[in-house]
T-cell receptor, first 111, second 115 residues
């Protein structure tokens, strides 16, 4: 069962514009959410996280928004840069420390 | 600070052969994870260790997969015998204490191709 879903396999944006990556989850027990970034031939790298007690967390150009009632989170990158081109994974965990990942969204930022 | 180290980076074997992957976590990290990542999908947990104890191996196919972390530091994941469907990337991750809301740090993975 896919408890974390990233319905857009790919996204293409122009450099300087905003990138919005979306993620939905089904398990209401999830209370911690993360975004990982993955370049080819490398492992996923932690990008940003948010606890369920918050609805927004910001780190430089990256902001994660959490809508618990909709079981939806999103990652905003602004302004987007060509170096942001990668696969982005959404992940969620609950109090049993069981982390589930989405299938990933491939972001391409065009110069 | 060195990250999670995995070897080999790539492995090609014929079906029914055994294969082993090695992982050295970040120094001081007590919790170690092995994940399987199929093409076009996210990582899926195979096994989680707290020091040398496997605390979650519910997703590990125990008929052919085994893992060990004898001294609570580095770990080995083994497949015997390998099947065509085992072709995937095997990721190792570590975290300080496996606590709640703790970030996991991933190694580069071992890409396995079974022919």
């Amino acid at each position: 069962d896919q408890q974390v879903k990233q319905n857009s396999p790919s996204l293409s944006v122009q450099e300087g514009r905003i990138s919005i990556l979306n993620c939905d989850y089904t398990n209401s027990m999830f209370d911690y959410f993360l975004w990982y970034k993955k370049y080819p031939a490398e492992g996923p790298t932690f990008l940003i996280s948010i606890s369920s007690i918050k609805d927004k967390n910001e780190d430089g150009r990256f902001t994660v928004f959490l809508n618990k009632s909709a079981k939806h989170l999103s990652l905003h990158i602004v302004p987007s840069q060509p170096g942001d081109s990668a696969v982005y994974f959404c992940a969620a965990s609950s109090n049993n420390n069981d982390m589930r990942f989405g299938a990933g969204t491939r972001l391409t930022v065009k110069p | 600070e060195a990250g999670v180290v995995q070897s080999p980076r790539y492995k090609i074997i014929e079906k029914k052969q055994p294969v082993a992957f090695w992982c050295n976590p970040i120094s001081g990290h007590n919790t170690l994870y092995w994940y399987l990542q199929n093409l076009g999908q996210g990582p899926e947990l195979l096994i989680r260790y707290e020091n040398e104890e496997a605390v979650d191996d519910s997703q590990l196919p125990k008929d052919r997969f085994s893992a060990e972390r004898l001294k609570g530091v580095d770990s080995t994941l083994k497949i015997q015998p390998a099947e065509l469907g085992d072709s995937a990337v095997y990721l190792c991750a570590s975290s300080p204490n496996g606590g709640l809301q703790e970030t996991q740090y991933f190694g580069p993975g071992t890409r396995l191709l079974v022919l």
